[in-house]
């Protein structure tokens, strides 16, 4: 069974450029988490979703930051307009269906670093 | 939320057991105590979680004391590959925002040959 696959591993994008991240979760897995991990701090949860539907995006940037989960494909955390302090690393996770409860894991990706010149 | 409070970092000789405090005085009676590591480079790893009792798997054993205050995670013999950060982490069972692990700065581990 694969695990969380991100890409691209490494993105670079100047200021003002969109960055589109991608997240495939495990099979069998519809719950999708994004943190990032901005250079020497700690790892910050952005969004949950589910299949379709946001559940909290507490800590989304109001901002240029949206994220989807489509029915079919990978979700996408998508910024717009980067600026040099979107430069981070964005991990993403994933649980299994019943991912609600306490007790479930979340699997984490390899991430995506984005460079922002 | 609740918090945890880890130290900043620990250093342990290879093959010699590693035990990583880990304080949340403040712990509600639905919050699991979940942690955490991240290798260099890596995205985070599930290590092992409990409510009450101690719980052993294949990578660590959880010790969580009697008041819930505190617990530790132990890695009975450190290897190199062991060298990571250690998150502590509490989830609550029933409220929504459960969800979401809240990563505190975590524990450094460091591992000497």
Same mark, same amino acid.
């Given at each position: ?9 490494? #993105? ?101 670093? #984005?460079?922002?010149? | ?11 342990? %000789? ?52 009697? @008041? ?13 590959? @062991? ?8 989830? @609550? ?5 459960? %969800? ?14």
């Amino acid at each position: 069974n694969a695990g969380v696959m991100q890409n691209p591993r490494h #993105l670079v994008r100047r200021r003002g450029q969109e960055a589109r991240l991608r997240c495939s979760p495990m099979k069998g897995h519809s719950h999708v988490y994004w943190y990032r991990q901005l250079p020497e701090e700690g790892l910050k949860f952005m969004v949950y979703l589910q299949k379709e539907n946001i559940i909290d995006e507490s800590g989304m940037p109001k901002e240029r930051f949206s994220a989807e989960f489509p029915k079919e494909g990978p979700s996408i955390l998508r910024i717009q307009q980067v600026v040099r302090g979107d430069s981070a690393a964005y991990f993403c996770a994933s649980s299994p269906p019943q991912g609600a409860s306490y007790g479930n894991e979340q699997f984490f990706g390899p991430g995506t670093r #984005l460079t922002v010149l | 939320d609740a918090k945890t409070t880890q130290p900043n970092s620990m250093e342990s %000789n290879e093959e010699e057991p590693v035990h990583l405090p880990c304080n949340h005085s403040t712990i509600s009676g639905t919050d699991y105590i979940h942690w955490y590591r991240q290798l260099p480079s890596q995205g985070p790893e599930y290590v092992i979680h409990g409510l009450t009792s101690n719980v052993n798997n294949r990578m660590a054993s959880l010790a969580i004391a009697e @008041d819930r205050k505190s617990s530790t995670l132990i890695l009975h013999r450190a290897t190199l590959r @062991d060298a990571a950060v250690y998150y502590c982490i509490l989830r @609550d069972a029933i409220k929504a925002a459960g %969800n979401k692990l809240t990563f505190g700065g975590g524990t450094r581990v460091l591992v000497k040959p």
